[in-house]
């Protein structure tokens, strides 16, 4: 399985569909839930970015691909950055369009990253006023893991410790 995670924004790469929700637009599914067998649960997206509805059989892992995030594609709870490192987070899609200017998000005030700002609805922005403004996406940093050994484990600690399996 692919290193998907939950808020991946995918679409199928040999045009097949949700046969569910085939006559509504769907275009897209966003992953809601990855249980611990690694199986994930998912929603419908139309070309708009509207949930259609929940799913979780139509699509498999050789058939999707993830979808490049865009100014014109952005979730709730992402953030953008303006030149100046200061962020707004997305709090809200009010439209979508591939238009620029019909593209319009509520957004956080800005500040650094997770302060009280960032949690506060400050005003509406379309994409163009973002790229007006010289925002582009804040790609999140990937998780890196650190692999020690028993010993380093201890040292840290600062005591012996035994792994339970």
């Given at each position: 399985?692919?290193?998907?995670?939950?808020?991946?924004?995918?679409?199928?790469?040999?045009?097949?569909?949700?046969?569910?929700?085939?006559?509504?637009?769907?275009?897209?599914?966003?992953?809601?839930?990855?249980?611990?067998?690694?199986?994930?649960?998912?929603?419908?997206?139309?070309?708009?970015?509207?949930?259609?509805?929940?799913?979780?059989?139509?699509?498999?892992?050789?058939?999707?691909?993830?979808?490049?995030?865009?100014?014109?594609?952005?979730?709730?709870?992402?953030?953008?950055?303006?030149?100046?490192?200061?962020?707004?987070r997305v709090l809200a899609v009010?439209?979508?369009?591939?238009?620029?200017?019909?593209?319009?998000?509520?957004?956080?005030?800005?500040?650094?990253?997770?302060?009280?700002?960032?949690?506060?609805?400050?005003?509406?922005?379309?994409?163009?006023?973002?790229?007006?403004?010289?925002?582009?996406?804040?790609?999140?940093?990937?998780?890196?893991?650190?692999?020690?050994?028993?010993?380093?484990?201890?040292?840290?600690?600062?005591?012996?410790?035994?792994?339970?399996?």
């Open positions: 399985m692919p290193n998907y995670k939950v808020g991946d924004v995918l679409k199928p790469i040999d045009g097949s569909m949700c046969v569910t929700y085939e006559e509504q637009n769907a275009v897209a599914i966003r992953i809601t839930y990855i249980n611990s067998d690694g199986n994930y649960f998912y929603v419908i997206l139309s070309k708009e970015g509207t949930v259609l509805g929940g799913c979780s059989h139509c699509f498999k892992d050789d058939n999707l691909t993830l979808v490049a995030k865009t100014l014109n594609t952005l979730q709730v709870g992402d953030y953008v950055k303006n030149k100046y490192g200061d962020y707004r009010l439209s979508r369009s591939d238009e620029d200017g019909l593209c319009v998000y509520v957004l956080s005030g800005d500040g650094k990253k997770y302060s009280d700002n960032i949690a506060k609805a400050y005003s509406t922005w379309t994409v163009y006023d973002l790229k007006r403004l010289g925002y582009s996406i804040e790609e999140p940093t990937p998780e890196t893991v650190d692999e020690l050994t028993m010993e380093e484990v201890c040292k840290a600690l600062g005591r012996v410790v035994k792994i339970k399996k």
